[in-house]
């Protein structure tokens, strides 16, 4: 309700603006009760006085580009935005990619480690039996522990 009578009252004061804008004449006056008027016609009021009112066209071309700008500018700020979440996430990936490869580094060292230490190696098989290596076997697990270790380590 009070809404509505708001949207009214800013109708109604934006009628009165925008006719009186266009009079070539305005007059003010205050009545014998003290409140002030305004009309595009003389009032006879002793207290009344002639307004003088100046206005410049809006230039469409400045307010073009003026909108032009702000728009290019939002577009800019867009992209940024764009560029820092593709950033942000570029890093992300990075960062999991380094904690796996250390969680590789690690798990190979441990393997090497392993391998090197115990005098009987061996894997366990898809039915879960131990299948242990021979020295052969061993060596080639060794080359391959110390590769994996070169690649995800970085030494």
């Not at 009214?8 to 009165?16: N, P, S, Y």
């Not at 925008?18 to 595009?40: L, M």
């Not at 728009?71 to 796996?100: G, I």
Request: with cysteine; glycine share 4%; hydrophobic share 30%.
């Amino acid at each position: 309700m009070n809404t509505k009578r708001i949207a009214i009252g800013f109708t109604a004061l934006a009628l009165v603006i925008s006719t009186s804008a266009f009079a070539d004449e305005i007059y003010k006056w205050t009545d014998k009760d003290g409140s002030v008027h305004y009309g595009d016609r003389p009032s006879g009021e002793a207290s009344e006085e002639r307004l003088q009112f100046s206005y410049n066209r809006t230039n469409s071309e400045a307010l073009d580009n003026r909108v032009a700008a702000q728009r290019d500018a939002e577009e800019s700020r867009q992209e940024a935005r764009t560029e820092a979440a593709e950033k942000k996430q570029a890093a992300e990936e990075e960062r999991v990619a380094a904690e796996e490869n250390q969680a590789q580094c690690e798990t190979s060292r441990a393997q090497l480690n392993r391998m090197r230490q115990s005098a009987r190696v061996y894997r366990t098989d898809a039915a879960g039996e131990r299948v242990y290596l021979d020295d052969v076997q061993r060596a080639e697990s060794i080359t391959k522990a110390e590769a994996n270790i070169k690649e995800n380590c970085g030494t």
